[in-house]
C-alpha cells in the first residue's frame, strides 16, 4: 500500500490540498463469509512469503503464549498484533533491499497513529491523577507528553528493524532538517520523516497557513507531503495530509 492509496484522491490533486486519512487504513477487513481469525491467518502467511522472497534468510520469531504443551495458543490479538508486525517488517525489508520507502510510509502512519492514540488515553489519566504537571496548560502538558512518547516508541521500532533514525539517512526522528532558502540557514523538526514524507504528531489542527507546516516544506529535503496525525480520541477527519504548495522558491 502507498500514501495515495491511503488518502482517497491525493494522486493528482492539486498542491496544498488537505486529505483526511481513509476510514479502513487502522482495521482489518476481510471478505463477510470468512472469520477474522482465518483471514488474518491467510494474511500473516501471504506476507510471510513475500518477505521470504525478498530476502530468503529471513526468519521471523514467533512471540506469544503457549500451552502446557509448548503449542502456540493462537488469539484473534496476537494474529493482528503480528500481521501489524510483518507489515512492517515486510515494509522495512522493501526499503533496504529495493530502495522503496512508499510501504514504510505507510507503516509508519499505522504505528504512530496507534502510539499516538496509545499515548492520548494515558496521558489523559495522568493529567487526571495530577501526574501530569502543567506549565502553561494542560494541553500543552498533555501535547509534550504525546509528543515524548511517540517518538520514543517510534525510535525503538525503527531500532528493532535495524533502521538508523538518527543518522543523515532518509529515515529520521525529531531530527534537524535544515532550509537554505534564504540568506541564514533556519531549520525546522518534523517529529519524523521517511523520504520525501514529514510526519507531525499534534492535538491542534494545522493547515498550509501554519508557520510549522510551512516551514517543513521549505527544507531542504522538500517533502511532497506533511502528515498531520492527531489522535483518534479527536474525531473525525483526526488525520490528514497536506500535499506540496504548487509555488516557486
Do not use: C
Amino acid at each position: 500500500m502507498t500514501l495515495e492509496q491511503s488518502f482517497p484522491g491525493l494522486q493528482g490533486s492539486p498542491g496544498g490540498t488537505i486529505l483526511a486519512v481513509a476510514d479502513n487504513l487502522f482495521d482489518f477487513t476481510g471478505p463477510a463469509n470468512r472469520s477474522m481469525m482465518e483471514f488474518l491467518q491467510d494474511q500473516s502467511k501471504r506476507l510471510t512469503a513475500q518477505i521470504k522472497s525478498f530476502d530468503p534468510k529471513w526468519h521471523y520469531d514467533e512471540i506469544g503464549p503457549t500451552d502446557a504443551f509448548g503449542t502456540p495458543i493462537v488469539t484473534l490479538q496476537g494474529l493482528s498484533v503480528k500481521v501489524n508486525d510483518l507489515r512492517f517488517q515486510r515494509a522495512a525489508i522493501i526499503a533496504r533491499i529495493q530502495g522503496d520507502y512508499r510501504p514504510l510510509q505507510v507503516e509508519t502512519l499505522r504505528f504512530v497513529q496507534q502510539q499516538a492514540d496509545k499515548a492520548y488515553e494515558d496521558g489523559m489519566a495522568l493529567l487526571k491523577a495530577g501526574r501530569l504537571s502543567p506549565r502553561l496548560s494542560e494541553s500543552e502538558a498533555l501535547g509534550n507528553y504525546i509528543d515524548r512518547r511517540v517518538r520514543e516508541d517510534l525510535r525503538e521500532r525503527y531500532n528493532q528493524l535495524g533502521i538508523d533514525s538518527a543518522g543523515k539517512g532518509p529515515v529520521r526522528v525529531n531530527r534537524r532538517e535544515d532550509d537554505s532558502s534564504g540568506t541564514d540557514t533556519t531549520y525546522r523538526r518534523p517529529d519524523s520523516r521517511v523520504k520525501d514524507v514529514a510526519f507531525d504528531v499534534t492535538l491542534t489542527r494545522k493547515t498550509l497557513g501554519t508557520a510549522q507546516v510551512r516551514g517543513f516544506f521549505n527544507t531542504d529535503f522538500r517533502p511532497s507531503q506533511v502528515i498531520i496525525i492527531r489522535p483518534s480520541q479527536l474525531g473525525i477527519n483526526h488525520t490528514y495530509v497536506i500535499s506540496r504548495p504548487e509555488t516557486k522558491r
